[in-house]
């Protein structure tokens, strides 16, 4: 959101950004640094969207709709929105999320703006794999949810004007469930101005780096963590696997509580964490769209092993610019390939850089959508 929001800036656009300012990722507004300020106008609305068991129980008993959903549909903000509606006019609308869906209908009232849908997942299919991999009552409850969502991505198809996905998979499964639209993928981009050259980092640390709160990489976490880690240190005792990432809850801060394993929690700088490390691990199971912590650490030259899914929406080569495995032995082999040859390592991290280098940078990615946008607004 933030690549596209520079861009759409450094294009000569001016940008409005209204956010629900949430208890999980709560921000100060004076906390944004200047450079990032000047870029939008920044303004937030106070939404809980807290998790609620007795909420939760309620919906399922009592409502049809999915409660990851019903979580972001906020009074507030609904006004906040008719209020910026009524005060200015804007070409286009841009809804970051299929759950921004249910203001559309707002939207169409109080503007005459093409309204633009950027789908940055299929959220469907993120709890129909979770539901996969979970047993007894979370198996049902997810499948349950994923039914759910799924009704809800079919009632708000083609409520927008525009379609933007994500990656070009997501694209053809909105095609095959009905969207008519007018569509451009846009994977997420990098602002390479602001990375410099790519940096090797110390070789004896493996790490993982991403949002912890997040089911899909907690799930890939342990398996990494039972299947994989403890044969690669025996191997390499002098090895390291640092885990980086916000709002880790505690059980799984316990479950990392093992020999060589070093919890960073959240850092200050991901991108100075990225650079001081050695080989990227993404072991990853379920989940949708498209994974920006794998093209970061490419942009950064890294050397990544991850899953067939954490690759999903990049159109990587395995074994030339990423390695890829989905079963416990595979994945240790090529994470122990990489730490014997530094030759492997070092190409593999370079080739990284090229591939996304060619194909993320920001400015490239917002200059294409804005032509799209263009082209299909509506007069």
């Known amino acids: 959101m933030l690549s596209l929001t520079t861009g759409f800036y450094s294009s000569g656009n001016e940008v409005t950004v209204l956010a629900m300012n949430t208890r999980k990722h709560h921000v100060h507004p004076e906390e944004i640094p200047e450079e990032i300020r000047q870029t939008a106008d920044f303004r937030f609305v106070e939404v809980s969207a807290a998790i609620h068991p007795i909420k939760a129980l309620i919906n399922l008993l009592f409502s049809s709709e999915p409660y990851t959903a019903v979580r972001f549909i906020s009074e507030p903000f609904s ?102 639209k007018p569509v451009w993928t846009v994977p997420g981009g990098i602002d390479f101005s602001k990375l410099g050259e790519p940096s090797g980092g110390d070789e004896n640390r493996l790490f993982h780096i991403g949002s912890l709160d ?10 990494f963590v039972e299947n994989c880690w403890e044969k690669i240190h025996q191997k390499y005792p002098g090895l390291t696997f640092r885990v980086a990432g916000r709002n880790a809850p505690g059980w799984l801060v316990d479950r990392l509580n093992l020999p060589g394993i070093i919890y960073c929690g959240e850092v200050d700088d991901a991108q100075s ?97 804005i032509r799209f946008y263009q082209q299909n607004i509506a007069k």
């Not at 997040?214 to 398996?223: F, K, R, S, V």
């Not at 970061?296 to 092993?305: F, H, P, Q, S």
């Open 214 to 223: 997040w089911m899909p990489n907690q799930e890939g976490l342990i398996w």
């Open 79 to 180: 006004q906040a929105l008719k209020a910026l509606l009524r005060a200015s006019t804007f070409d286009l609308i841009q809804l970051e999320g299929t759950y921004l869906c249910p203001y559309i209908p707002l939207i169409r009232q109080y503007s005459g703006a093409t309204v633009a849908l950027r789908a940055h997942n299929i959220e469907s299919e993120i709890w129909e794999r979770s539901a996969a991999a979970a047993s007894g009552w979370k198996k049902l409850y997810f499948r349950n949810l994923s039914n759910r969502i799924r009704r809800f991505e079919q009632k708000w198809l083609n409520q927008y004007d525009l379609l933007i996905p994500i990656t070009e998979r997501d694209g053809d499964h909105f095609r095959a469930k009905g969207n008519r």
């Open 273 to 369: 964490f990225i650079r001081s490390n050695g080989i990227m691990v993404v072991p990853l199971f379920s989940g949708s769209g498209m994974r920006i912590k794998i093209i970061e650490g490419m942009a950064l030259g890294k050397a990544i092993v991850t899953t067939p899914t954490g690759a999903e929406g990049v159109d990587v080569t395995d074994g030339e610019n990423i390695m890829l495995a989905d079963d416990p032995d595979t994945f240790i082999l090529k994470t122990e390939a990489l730490l014997q040859d530094k030759a492997l390592t070092s190409a593999l991290g370079a080739n990284a850089y090229r591939f996304a280098r060619s194909h993320y940078d920001h400015l490239m990615l917002a200059e294409n959508l």
